[in-house]
T-cell receptor
């Protein structure tokens, strides 16, 4: 049973426009959510995170929104750049460090120039 | 320093070989992880070490043997692997504290079993 779901395997966006990547989760014990970006044959790179006590966290062009009642989070990238093209993984965990991250299946973002 | 270093970057081994993957971090993180990733799939958890003790083994076959010699090092010993074990093996570390923190990943070891 998938606890973290990314239902869109791929997304194409024009350069300069907004990219919105979505993630749903089923485990109500999750209290910390992260987004990772991954290029082929490399390890995931941390992008941005949000704790369950917040509903929004912003870092430069990246904003993560959390809707706890809907068990839904989204990553907004604006403006999108060609260098943002990668696979984006949503991840979640239940506590501060011992519980491992549970990953979604990823969404491949292509930003077209 | 937010780096997790994995060696080697690439490894080709036969099914009768014994090899080891190494992972090192100097961030003072006390939780370390091994993940396995196949193409077009998310990383799958294999092992978790917490304060140098194995705390989670996700029913990984015994041909994979983890070892945590100290708080900075994590090894994965490989023996009698199968071709289907070919994958990208990722090491990650995370600070254990009261606050939630991100996990830092290494660049991975691309393993091919022939």
């Amino acid at each position: 049973d998938q606890q973290v779901k990314q239902n869109s395997p791929s997304l194409s966006v024009q350069e300069g426009r907004i990219s919105i990547l979505n993630c749903d989760y089923t485990n109500s014990m999750f209290d910390y959510f992260l987004w990772y970006k991954k290029y082929p044959a490399e390890g995931p790179t941390f992008l941005i995170s949000i704790s369950s006590i917040k509903d929004k966290n912003e870092d430069g062009r990246f904003t993560v929104f959390l809707n706890k009642s809907a068990k839904h989070l989204s990553l907004h990238i604006v403006p999108s750049q060609p260098g943002d093209s990668a696979v984006y993984f949503c991840a979640a965990s239940e506590d501060s460090g011992n519980t491992p991250l549970v990953f979604g299946k990823g969404t491949r973002l292509s930003v077209i120039a | 320093d937010t780096e997790v270093t994995q060696t080697p970057k690439h490894l080709v081994m036969g099914m009768t070989n014994k090899k080891s993957l190494k992972c090192e971090q100097h961030m003072g993180h006390r939780a370390m992880y091994w993940y396995k990733q196949k193409a077009k799939k998310p990383p799958e958890l294999m092992f978790v070490y917490s304060y140098e003790k194995l705390s989670i083994n996700e029913s990984v076959p015994s041909r994979f043997s983890p070892e945590c010699p100290n708080s900075s090092l994590l090894n994965l010993h490989l023996h009698a692997l199968q071709p289907e074990d070919s994958a990208l093996y990722l090491c990650a570390s995370r600070r254990q504290a009261l606050m939630n923190t991100e996990a830092f990943f290494g660049q991975g070891t691309r393993l091919t079993v022939v």
